[in-house]
C-alpha cells in the first residue's frame, strides 16, 4: 500500500511537471508580466541587479521602496542575478510550486483518507485549471499556496529519531516565516500549526496532568513557531525602519487596501485610488510609508463614523472573494488580449467555475459524513451549503461548512483536513471581510480545499457492488 501510494505520487508529479512545462512552453513568449506583475518585473530586476528593493523616478531620484512584500520579488530577484532579469522564469517558479503543491496535497490526502480519494486530489491539483493557467501571471498567489500547503504538511509530519520535534517546530516557523514575507497574513498560520502540531505529537503521553500539560505544550510550540516566524521578518522591517522613515513589518500597503476597502465605489473589491479620490490630509504626503498611514488613518475615521455602512459591504466582499473566478483569465487577457481573447477568458472562467463547485459539495460531504456528534443537524447544514453551490452564493456555504466542522466538537481534531480547510477559510474571510475581496485570493487555500474534498470523497458511503474492490 506505501509502495503503492507513493508510485501514485511519482505520477502525479510528473503530470503535473509536464503540464507546466506545456504551459510555461505556451506562454513564455505571448505573455510579458501584467497588472501587479508590471511592478514586481521592475523590483525584481532591481534586486538582481544589486540594487535593493528600490525604485527609479522619471526625474531620476531612487527611492527605497516597501508598498507590496518584499518576498515574491526577492526570489525573483535571486533568479535574474543569476539567468537575466526574463519574464519566463518567473513562469518556471510557479510551475515548481505546482509540482510541490501537488506533492503536499496528495500526501496530506493519503494521511487523511484512502489511496482513491487522494489520487483524486493529486489529479485536481495537477490538472485545476485555476492552477494550471495561472502559471504564466508573475503574481504572488502560486507560491505563496505552495509554501501555505508545504507548511501544512510539515505540520502534519511524525517526528522520530532523525527528525526531532524540535527541528520540525524550528523548518516550520523559517517556512511560515518565508511566507509571510511573501504574503503578511500567512503569519496567522504561524500559532495554529504550531499547536496543531504540539497537539498531535503529545496527545496520549502518560501525564500527571495530562490536559494541562498538553496545552502548555501546544502554547509553547505556537510561541516557538510565531517568534521565528516573526524572526525571519525582522531583518527586513528592521531595514524599513531604517530606510522607509517609519516602521513596517513587511509591506506598505495595508493602509492603501483598507481605504479601498472602506469605500462603497468599490462594491467589495479592489478599486484605484485615483477613482476613490486621495483624501486632504494625504495629498502633500509623498513618503511611501507616511502615505499609507495616512490612508489607514482616513480608513479608520471613516469606518468609525458610518460603521454600518462598512459592515454593508462584508457580503460583496465575501462573494467577490468566494463566488467569483477568472484570476487567470484577466491576467492573461490583460497582458496579450490577441493570444487570450475574451471567448477563451469566458471558457476559462467556466471549467473553474465547474471544478471549484465540484469541490466545495465534496467539501461539505466531508462535515457531513464524518463520524461524530449531532450528525442529523450536519446533514441539513451541508444540504443548505451545498445549494450555495448551484448559485452565486458560495460565500454563505463557506460560513455554513465552518459551523457545521465546529459542530464535530472534539471530534473536529480527529479531522484534520475538515479542521484545516475551516481554519483557512475563516481567515481568508475575515481578512477580506475588512479590506476587500478578490477572486485570486482564495487560490491560496485551495490545495486545503482539495484535501477536505478528498475527505468527502473517501468518507462517501460505498455502493455494495464495489466494496470488494477497494484499495
Known amino acids: 500500500m506505501l509502495q503503492a501510494a507513493w508510485r501514485d505520487t511519482l505520477w502525479l508529479l510528473v503530470a503535473t511537471l509536464l503540464v507546466r512545462l506545456a504551459v510555461i512552453v505556451w506562454g513564455a513568449s505571448r505573455f510579458p508580466p501584467a497588472a501587479d506583475g508590471q511592478f514586481y518585473q521592475v523590483v525584481a530586476s532591481r534586486i538582481g541587479q544589486g540594487l535593493g528593493y528600490t525604485w527609479l523616478w522619471p526625474d531620476g ?60 486530489a493529486g489529479i485536481v491539483a495537477a490538472l485545476h485549471p485555476t492552477l494550471v493557467f495561472y502559471t504564466p501571471a508573475m503574481m504572488t498567489e502560486l507560491v505563496s499556496a505552495a509554501l501555505l500547503i508545504g507548511a501544512v504538511a510539515l505540520s502534519m509530519m511524525k517526528p522520530h529519531r532523525a527528525l526531532s ?38 496527545r496520549g503521553r502518560p501525564t500527571k496532568s495530562p490536559k494541562t500539560a498538553l496545552i502548555a505544550r501546544m502554547v509553547l510550540s505556537a510561541g516557538f513557531v510565531s517568534v521565528v516566524a516573526i524572526g525571519c521578518c525582522l531583518p527586513w522591517t528592521i531595514r524599513n525602519c531604517d530606510k522607509m522613515e517609519r516602521c513596517v513589518f513587511v509591506s506598505a500597503n495595508g493602509g492603501w487596501n483598507l481605504f479601498i476597502g472602506a469605500s462603497p465605489l468599490g462594491r467589495g473589491a479592489w478599486t484605484s485610488i485615483d477613482s476613490i479620490g486621495v483624501p486632504a490630509e494625504c ?108 448559485v452565486p452564493y458560495v460565500w454563505i456555504g463557506v460560513l455554513l461548512y465552518g459551523l457545521g466542522a465546529l459542530l464535530l466538537g472534539a471530534r473536529l481534531v480527529e479531522e484534520p483536513a475538515i479542521l484545516l480547510l475551516t481554519l483557512a477559510w475563516v481567515m481568508t474571510a475575515g481578512v477580506h471581510a475588512v479590506f476587500f475581496g478578490g477572486a485570486r485570493y482564495v487560490i491560496v487555500v485551495l490545495p486545503l480545499l482539495m484535501v477536505a474534498a478528498a475527505r468527502g470523497v473517501s468518507l462517501l458511503p460505498t455502493p455494495s457492488w464495489t466494496r470488494g474492490h477497494r484499495s
Open 283 to 390: 495629498r502633500l504626503v509623498f513618503k511611501e510609508a507616511e502615505k499609507d498611514f495616512c490612508f489607514g488613518n482616513v480608513a479608520k475615521r471613516v469606518i468609525a463614523q458610518r460603521p454600518l455602512a462598512w459592515f454593508a459591504l462584508i457580503p460583496a466582499k465575501l462573494s467577490k472573494t468566494f463566488d467569483d473566478v477568472g484570476a487567470p483569465g484577466y491576467y492573461l487577457h490583460s497582458s496579450n488580449g490577441w493570444a487570450f481573447d475574451d471567448k477563451a477568458k469566458w471558457r476559462l472562467g467556466a471549467a473553474e467555475v465547474l471544478v471549484e463547485r465540484v469541490l466545495s459539495l465534496l467539501a461539505f460531504c466531508s462535515f457531513a459524513f464524518a463520524s461524530g456528534p449531532r450528525q442529523r443537524t450536519r446533514f441539513a447544514i451541508a444540504g443548505l451549503a451545498a445549494l450555495t453551490a448551484f
Open 61 to 120: 531620484i531612487v527611492t527605497y521602496a516597501a508598498h507590496y512584500p518584499v518576498g515574491y520579488p526577492a526570489i525573483l530577484g535571486g533568479l535574474y542575478s543569476v539567468f537575466g532579469a526574463k519574464p519566463w522564469l518567473a513562469m518556471v517558479l510557479n510551475g515548481l510550486a505546482g509540482v510541490v503543491t501537488t506533492l503536499c496535497v496528495h500526501r496530506l490526502a493519503i494521511a487523511t483518507g484512502s489511496r482513491r480519494s487522494a489520487f483524486f
Open 165 to 202: 520535534r524540535v527541528a520540525i517546530l524550528l523548518a516550520l516557523g523559517l517556512l511560515i516565516g518565508v511566507s509571510t514575507l511573501v504574503r503578511p497574513q500567512q503569519l496567522l498560520w504561524a500559532p495554529l500549526l504550531g499547536g496543531l502540531l504540539a497537539f498531535r505529537v503529545n
